[in-house]
C-alpha cells in the first residue's frame, strides 16, 4: 500500500488527467488550455506543471507498462511467428490492458480527437523496431511490421471509438488477416 502523500499526488494527477480529457472531449485539443485544465482540476497552474510537462502530456495514457515489457512480451511470442503477427499479437494484449486501465472518459475523447497519437508512442516505438529485428532477421522488416502494426493500430482506434465497438477483437481479426509477405510484395 502506498503512503497517504502519494496516494494524493497519483488522486491530483488523475483529476489533472480527467479535467483534460473531459475539456478536450468537449471542445478539441486545439480549443484545450493549461490554464483551462488547472481552472478544471481546481489547482494551480504550477501545480499542473508539477505532474505534466504540457497538455498533450496530459491527454497521454500512462503507460501500464515498464520500460522494455513490450520487448520482452513480444520476444515471448511463439518462435516462427513472423514479425508483423506478433506485433500485431502485443499490440492486441496491449488493448485489452489499455481498457481495463484507463479512464472512462477516453472513449469519448478518441471519438472527439480521432487523430490525436499519444507523443509518448515514439519511445514505445523505438522499443518495438529493436525487440522486432531479432524475430524479423533484420531492422528493415522490423521497422515495417512495427510501422504496419501501429498503423493498423491507430485506424481501428479511431474507427473503433467513432462506432463505440470494442477494439481489441478488431485487432485481433485485422493482424488475422495479414503477414509480412502481404505488405511486402
Known amino acids: 500500500m502506498t503512503d497517504r502523500r502519494s496516494r494524493k499526488k497519483l488522486a491530483t494527477r488523475r483529476a489533472i488527467q480527467d479535467a483534460a480529457l473531459r475539456l478536450a472531449a468537449a471542445h478539441g485539443v486545439a480549443a484545450v488550455t493549461v490554464e483551462a485544465i488547472s481552472t478544471a482540476a481546481d489547482i494551480a497552474r504550477s501545480t499542473f506543471f508539477t505532474h505534466f510537462a504540457s497538455k498533450e502530456d496530459a491527454l497521454t495514457p500512462d503507460s501500464p507498462w515498464r520500460p522494455g515489457e513490450l520487448a520482452e512480451l513480444l520476444a515471448a511470442r511463439p518462435p516462427g511467428e513472423n514479425a508483423l503477427a506478433a506485433v500485431g499479437a502485443v499490440l492486441a494484449d496491449a488493448a485489452v490492458r489499455i481498457d481495463a486501465e484507463v479512464s472512462g472518459l477516453w472513449p469519448e475523447f ?15 516505438t523505438d522499443e518495438l523496431v529493436e525487440a522486432a ?19 493498423v493500430f491507430w485506424t481501428l482506434r479511431r474507427q473503433c471509438a467513432r462506432d463505440a465497438e ?11 488477416a495479414l503477414t509480412l509477405s502481404d505488405v511486402e510484395e
Open 110 to 124: 478518441f471519438a472527439r480527437n480521432p487523430d490525436f497519437v499519444p507523443h509518448r508512442v515514439a519511445d514505445r
Open 166 to 176: 470494442p477494439l481489441e477483437p478488431r485487432l485481433r481479426g485485422a493482424f488475422a
Open 133 to 151: 529485428t531479432a524475430r524479423a532477421g533484420n531492422r528493415d522488416r522490423a521497422e515495417l511490421a512495427v510501422a504496419v502494426a501501429l498503423g
